[in-house]
């Protein structure tokens, strides 16, 4: 009877051992949802360029949320605004940018009455505080001789239902809620027109699953990478995999995709307007310290 029980325990410590193992192995991946800026990870999923049973997705309902479970390294790598990775690494957090992903996907949409960038002097615009883009507009009026009035929203909900009530006269805003309002609004200007193919959404990861996951973190990369592939080349899958997915309107869908752009990497280019931004986040107080970009990204395939 007792070597019954001493046989029963031992299978049970190595299913358990078995079942831990299998969970460390897992990689935990932060997204934030309903957003788009993970489309071509959803493809490479569809495609099963990546396999189901490696990865473990967690939607998260803005990007304050991803970031915390991130920096305490309750997940491995998450897809978010790259501003979470500069602000965590000015607090000595353990997170790197080891690609970017989503860009051009960010504009202003105002009232019809307001036809240029100048004619916001004065005007109510809204933004999400320390947001990218917060960022991005007071950039913008480095550019520009004007003083509009910067509204401070805690939701993109409220800053919608802000703009149609009249309560600001614009938002910076981003695909696809700037296609959701009527013809009282057009879009003023996208960031694309200033900054070219700039960066929005990172691919950002916790530093110990550089180590402990490489080779998950590698295969989630590649699938991504054809993803993006798939995208340039199939528009229409995109466009049917952003209306099952998010829900939305053929028409809607279309020029979703057609405003946004996916691709891995970390290009100089990117880089430059990235530190760009994190010297405006230090300006406006949104940094604790100055960060150099050595801090802040890990080229995943360029170290050894």
Known sequence: MKKKYMLGSIIMISLLMISCSSKMDILQVGIISPSTNHLSLLIALDEGLINDNEIKIHRFSSGWEANEALINGKIDLAIMPFTYAWQAVSERRKVKIISFLERESDGIIAHRNITAINDLDGKKLGVLRASTLDIFFQMLLDDYNILPEVIYFRTPTEMATALQNGYVDALSFYVPPLFHFDDNFHILLWYSELYPEHPCCDILVYEDSLVNKKEQIERFLEGVKIGCQILESDSDQGIKT????????????????????????????????????????????YLRATVSSQEVYYDFFEVE
Do not use: C, H, Y
Not at 256 to 276: A, D, I, R, V, Y
């Open 242 to 285: 952003i209306m099952s997915n998010f829900g939305l309107a053929r028409d809607v869908a279309e020029k979703t995709l057609k405003q946004q752009k996916f691709k891995l990497g970390l290009e100089p280019s990117g880089k430059e307007f990235q530190e760009k931004v994190a010297r405006k986040m230090l300006e406006l107080g």
